[in-house]
């Protein structure tokens, strides 16, 4: 039987102790259950909507079919304004079907209302045998669903994943909802090193996501002078921050181009100057078409410095600067907290070819040891601790 060990540079702690690991290695057949468990993922949203817990829950749980574990995931039905442009042809998602061997399960939940969590919790009554068949129950942000079930199943194995942050400044209701999950789980994972300071967290492990390294595309970039921006259309991926910086840019280099792949709420704003093509189907493919990459959020960091490419990420805020700053991987980014600093820094890279060759190189030697595989592993570990 294989020997479980944590990955590289992936933080467990214990009490005031933290370790670091070396390797990790096969898995299969090493968890106390026996060789198959019962999985039970809940997630808010999921494939195929587009966002980075949405991908992580579902490379996890491909990763874990593949390893021979029945892996199902309960969501939120998605409205048609959620559906991604690549699909809208559908108009209508199934609220129970089968992706990759994968059983998804998703809960008409209605209005984004008060009454909300009560649909939500008479729908995981109605179908409460999901969680009595599951040998494993991991929430994903949402431990508010199975708050009840909880004290119904006390015995039940249940974890957590914490993914970014909901706003700043933080909420105190906010803070108080993850230390009472963090408080009724077995274990939990956090997504980035900042939650001990914001959130008080205490995680058994601090991971990152991770990324497909022998699916990254290697094309010519159209032209050096472009880049693309790969996200959410609101405040916490700094959208706004980088359109004004290229609007400076181009007043200098009028032949810089920028691509624009996403949605939300400043979408009309933005479509006056640029060309935005909403969210697509694998964005991350983006990344090998253009010189530079415009994100900060991690994951999609991650997926840029797969393909090689420089990541300028943005912040307005001081969590969203520990957010950035305190990662692992923050030395092989640009991290600006304006227009003309961002400006500048592209400016930079565009001159020094030797420096953001240093960085690019630095940032693709520390993401290609962060697969999906190695992050379905730390939730393995998770469980049978």
Known sequence: MAQLVDPPNFERTRGSVVERFIHIEDVRGSNPLGSTMKILFLSRLFYPHIGGVEKHVLEISKILVQKGHKTTVITEELSIEDIPVYLQSRRKIPRRENIDHIEVY??????????KKFRIWFWLWEHKDLIVKADIVHCHDVFFWYLPFRFLFPKKLIYTTFHGYESYPLKFKSILMHKIAEKLSKGNICIGN??????????????????????????????????????RLDEQTGIKTYVDAVKLIIKKNPNFKLEIIGDGKFRKEIEKDFTVLGFQENPEKYFSKYHFAFVSRYLSILEALAAKRLVFAVYDNPLKEDYLRMAPFSKYITI?????????????????????????????????????EQMANVCLRLWRV
């Open 106 to 115: 998703r809960i008409p939940v209605g209005g984004n209302n008060w009454f």
């Open 194 to 231: 900042f939650m001990k300071k914001w959130y008080g967290a205490k995680p058994d492990y601090v991971a990152y996501g991770g990324v497909n390294i022998s699916k990254s595309e290697k094309r010519k970039v159209k032209s050096e002078n472009s880049a693309v921006f790969i996200g």
């Open 336 to 372: 600006s907290s304006s227009v003309s600093d961002l400006v500048s820094k592209i400016s930079f890279s565009l001159d020094n070819e030797k420096d953001k060759a240093k960085m690019i190189k630095g940032g693709y030697v520390w993401v290609e040891k962060r697969t999906w």
